[in-house]
């Protein structure tokens, strides 16, 4: 089956032949749960997680991850450039538990609303931090502050310019200041919501907008047409080059002959 994915359980780096790094439990780079104390490799990651404590169903286990803890896992996840696999153990009529389908329906709630900050984005240039993480997609980076104790945040955006800040969703404005290797946010207020999110949008220039959007594979394909379009101008020029001198010589050769006659 040459088109399936080969993922792994064995808690260490990927062996050759596999597709995908998995860390179970845990977020890439964490290891709370003692199973993943493995680098992180060049593979595409994904985070395995329960929705309760347990994989298979259990009657006695209601120890479900609150909504606001699986969402922050979602987003962590996302922040780290890993998908999330959250596990679901049916009853044994096969219906999902009520408390599953409570937690899900919080999930698919707010993807409803924020879900363009999640699907097709990747971990952003600001790393991951306590406070939170950042997700991207082209020039538009949003900040996700998960966990924030003060109305002010410094976020380590490098030399990036940034072009203006607002509350994701809406048209407030959010303040921000140049800081050192980075900028401010100054926020109105402490955030306690599940996730604060402040779009921020970079300055790029087109050459380094086009290189960051489109992926490696689609880069050499865009060069190879540039390349043929080229070409094909270059040899339209020579052709009405060509065309033009043998006009002019034809011409010249017919004045001559009326010349003689």
């Not at 060069?223 to 043929?228: F, I």
Request: aromatic share 10%; proline share 5%; with cysteine.
């Amino acid at each position: 089956q040459p088109q399936c994915l080969v993922a792994n359980n064995h808690h260490h780096t990927p062996f050759p032949g596999e597709d995908i790094q998995i860390f179970e439990r845990d977020l890439p780079g964490e290891n709370k749960a003692g199973l993943s104390g493995q680098s992180i490799g060049r593979l595409p990651l994904e985070s395995c997680q329960t929705i309760n404590e347990h994989w298979g169903y259990n009657i006695t286990d209601t120890l479900y991850k609150s909504p606001k803890e699986l969402i922050q896992m979602l987003v962590r996840a996302a922040g780290k450039n890993a998908n999330l696999l959250l596990n679901i153990g049916p009853e044994p009529g096969g219906a999902l538990p009520e408390l599953a389908l409570d937690r899900l329906q919080s999930l698919g709630k707010w993807l409803n609303q924020y879900g363009e900050t999640i699907y097709g984005t990747r971990g952003g240039i600001v790393g991951p931090h306590d406070w939170g993480v950042s997700t991207q997609r082209g020039n538009k980076l949003y900040i996700h502050i998960l966990n924030c104790m003060d109305s002010s945040l410094f976020i380590p955006t490098g030399n990036h310019k940034i072009k203006s800040a607002t509350v994701f969703g809406t048209n407030k404005r959010v303040n921000f200041t140049k800081t050192g290797n980075g900028i401010t946010l100054n926020l109105d207020t402490i955030p306690t919501e599940v996730d604060y999110i402040v779009e921020l949008t970079l300055w790029y220039r087109l050459s380094r907008l086009i290189i960051f959007k489109i992926q490696p594979a689609a880069t050499i394909q865009l060069l190879r047409v540039c390349l043929y379009v080229s070409i094909v101008f270059f040899l339209k020029y020579i052709l009405r080059w060509l065309l033009t001198i043998y006009i002019c010589m034809e011409q010249k050769c017919f004045l001559n002959l009326s010349s003689i006659d």
